[in-house]
């Protein structure tokens, strides 16, 4: 039976199975990752891949490989290769096509899932609103995505901060893939949130206060990417510390045969652990939180009692 593809909207013979999150994203965690990588949703089964869906024609999937392979090649690996040590990166317009196409794929896989019960209607219809300008603006239909703008966060390892946040902050900045449509119960802001390892983008549904964002937008043209000292508003921190307990907490929910698996890499490879990123991430979350950083990947009595 045809397809409509949800970007062009021509009808084909079949729509490719897209990646939400850029598989370039995950190609990474897999090479970098000194034992198997698994999702938050599935703790107890080993990922090849991250979610797709029945999203594109071929040339809309040829369309977004092109911006993602520049982003991948010039910012993502390069970043993530550094360590975070590299001190900023220069972009051109191929940078907002990619994060434009990302938040449009995280926002779309959200509403044909069925998971966007918690907005209000108003939020509801600018969610469509920011479809359909993202839609136009990758389909070069207008200069710039408007309101609808795209932030990104390149991230280093936290040691401290005048705030409270997770235990597992640190290994979920570092090494998590994660997406997400937030929300405010006042229906006054909406954004998409792709959780891309040490990349954070933010996509703006309804943003009132943009002037709250600093250092962080991506142009049309060209700038720089890191490198500056960046302002956000107070409940962008406070879910990225919500959703890294949530991934902590089904880790903790491993069953006893993964668990002894995960206890074997660790005590066939230890040289290997200790280099890796995971350990680094490890380090820094038990300066930040001591030993908590340790416990909150253990089961809770309500855990026990639930399993």
Known sequence: ???????????????????????????????????????????????????????????????????????????????????????????????????TSISWRVLTYHKQKGHLGHLSDEQRALAERALTRWRDFLLDRCEHPGEHEQHLFPFDLVESTGRALSPYFNRYTLRSIDMDV????????????????????????????????????????????????????????????????MSARALSTLSPKQTAKIKEVFRTRPEEIARSEVAKAMEHDIRLSGRKAFTITRPTPDDEKSS
């Open 182 to 245: 937030v929300a405010d119960e006042l229906g006054t802001q909406a954004h998409v949130y792709s959780k891309m390892c040490r990349f954070l983008l933010i996509g703006f549904i309804h943003e009132p206060r943009p002037t709250r964002w600093r250092g962080t937008m991506i142009h049309v043209r060209r700038g720089l990417m890191g490198g500056r000292r960046y302002m956000v508003p107070d409940w962008l921190p406070d879910h990225m510390s919500t959703r890294a307990t």
């Open 1 to 99: 039976m045809p397809e409509t593809c949800h970007l062009c909207e021509h009808t084909v013979p079949q729509l490719r199975d897209s990646h939400i999150i850029p598989n370039f994203v995950v190609a990474w965690l897999k090479d970098t990752s000194p034992g198997h990588i698994r999702d938050m949703q599935t703790p107890n089964k080993r990922i090849q891949d991250f979610e797709t869906m029945p999203l594109l024609c071929d040339r809309c999937e040829q369309r977004f490989a092109v911006h993602e392979k520049r982003f991948a090649e010039q910012a993502f690996v390069p970043f993530h290769e550094s360590g975070g040590a590299l001190v900023s990166i220069p972009y051109g317009p191929w940078a907002l096509k990619c994060t």
